[in-house]
């Protein structure tokens, strides 16, 4: 196992159309975390699931983009009519989570960067 | 408003020095905090991290304190090598581990000069 893997590595989008990203989180791991990062910022969280369950979505989370992850092993984040204030690298993470086991930490992905025209 | 706050944007420190990075936050629920490296065109990369009902932790040249009343942690890498530059990020959850949401701060970016 090689970590969290996200695809594609780079998205260019015209203002208006829909993109998807992808995330393969660490095969053993249960939660699997979506966070947004922008030029001179840290991660912002955006949503987060235990196996196909979404747990929280955050207020940054218009209702433009959804984020679904099915048989809770990959999960897919949609942006509908992206706008250029999406552009942004969209970082996945991943964590074993054990209901308050202390000690555990997310494992990120390399992220996917958008650029919307 | 911003939990977590990075206030220095750069550091700079000779190689073979400390480095110190600093970090508050203003959530008093916060009780378990992290640290995570991150190289350009890379995901962040966890380092180190430290729960609430301790006030040290070591790893290697990381040390990671934490000032509860103070609410004020710090992360000390020495020897401080050239490979460490980086963008550091201070990152706080309130479910006593890293398996709920983070908070980030803005990060610090370490320049260590050989």
């Known amino acids: 196992d090689t970590g969290v893997s996200q695809d594609p590595r780079h998205k260019i989008t015209k203002r208006g159309q829909n993109v998807t990203f992808r995330c393969d989180p660490i095969s053993e791991h249960n939660r699997l975390y979506w966070y947004r990062q922008t030029l001179g910022q840290g991660p912002e969280f955006l949503t987060y699931f235990q196996n196909e369950a979404q747990l929280e979505k955050s207020r940054l989370l218009s209702d433009r983009f959804s984020a679904e992850r099915p048989k809770g092993s990959f999960s897919t984040l949609e942006i509908q009519r992206t706008e250029q204030g999406d552009s942004a690298m969209y970082l996945c993470?991943?964590?074993?989570?054990?209901?308050?086991?202390?000690?555990?930490?997310?494992?990120f992905g390399p992220g996917t960067r958008l650029l919307v025209l | 408003d911003q939990q977590v706050k990075q206030n220095s944007p750069s550091l700079s420190v000779q190689e073979g020095r400390i480095s110190i990075l600093n970090c508050d936050y203003t959530n008093s629920m916060f009780d378990y905090f992290l640290w995570y490296k991150k190289y350009p065109a890379e995901g962040p990369t966890f380092l180190i991290s430290?729960?609430?009902?301790?006030d040290k932790n070591e790893d290697g040249r990381f040390t990671v304190f934490l000032n509860k009343s103070a609410k004020h942690l710090s992360l000390h890498i020495v020897p401080s090598q050239p490979g460490d530059s980086a963008v550091y990020f201070c990152a706080a959850s309130s479910g006593n581990s890293g398996n709920t949401p983070l908070v980030f701060g803005k990060g610090t970016r370490l320049s260590v000069i050989a």
């Open positions: 430290i729960s609430s009902i301790k």
């Open positions: 993470a991943s964590s074993l989570g054990q209901g308050g086991y202390m000690g555990e930490t997310q494992y």
